[in-house]
């Protein structure tokens, strides 16, 4: 079965550095998030992505946080310069033309140092 | 504007007995639900979902989920609790290809 794909799994930043989470969606799929988890806590919503633009974001997704699409599978999502709260889990997620449910990656765990 | 509020963050059963897991939702338009499954230091997996077709919704494991619009409610349950359930599990909403909101969880223990 078709997945979605996350890179790296863990990654280890200096606070203030700029950080690129990878994704690799399901080929066919026409709709992508992110979400992030805080160690302990539910899983937010950061942001959704359609036909190359942002459809919706929620207020954690401030002017440090961007997304792209450079190519025709990968979705990434920029830190541009991190803050110790930006330590948590971030999963991607896809879904094709009006099929929910929403397919998750395995997540990458950022931590902020 | 949707909302989930899942009861109780931590639920513990023994080997064999029922699980039920509870949530209630919000939803201004008629929902999309879902609930997920998370073992320690992995991604969210899906157990079953509900769009809008049958109420009673059979999921992976032994899981299952009944729809009831009069109680805003959509509970997991499970038959016999085995060892290996024990996890985090989250109640989710959406419309259509909209985002999913969650709620914060329930720990489900399992006791042999």
């Not at chain 1, 991190?82 to 094709?96: I, N, P, R, W």
Request: proline share 4%; aromatic share 12%; hydrophobic share 35%.
């Amino acid at each position: 079965e078709p997945e979605v794909t996350q890179t790296p799994s863990h990654q280890v930043t200096q606070m203030g550095q700029e950080v690129i989470l990878r994704c690799v969606p399901i080929s066919n799929h026409l709709y992508f998030y992110w979400y992030r988890q805080i160690l302990g806590q539910k899983v937010e919503f950061l942001v959704s992505f359609y036909n190359n633009e942002i459809s919706e974001k929620s207020e954690i997704f401030d002017d440090q946080f961007s997304v792209e699409r450079p190519d025709g599978s990968n979705f990434t999502l920029k830190i541009r310069s991190t803050k110790l709260e930006d330590s948590a889990m971030y999963f991607c997620a896809s879904v094709g033309q009006g099929q929910q449910p929403q397919h998750f990656g395995d997540g990458t765990r950022l931590s902020i140092l | 504007a949707q909302s989930v509020t899942q009861l109780g963050s931590h639920v513990s059963v023994s080997e064999g007995a029922l699980v039920l897991l509870r949530c209630n939702y919000s939803s201004s338009v008629p929902p999309y639900l879902f609930w997920y499954v998370q073992y320690p230091n992995q991604g969210l997996q899906l157990l079953l979902k509900y769009t809008s077709a049958a109420t009673l919704v059979k999921g992976i494991n032994g899981f299952e989920a009944e729809f009831k619009k009069s109680e805003t409610s959509f509970h997991l349950t499970k038959p016999s609790a085995h060892m290996s359930d024990a996890a985090e599990y989250f109640c989710a909403v959406s419309v259509r290809t909209d985002k999913l909101i969650f709620g914060t969880g329930t720990r489900l223990q399992v006791f042999p």
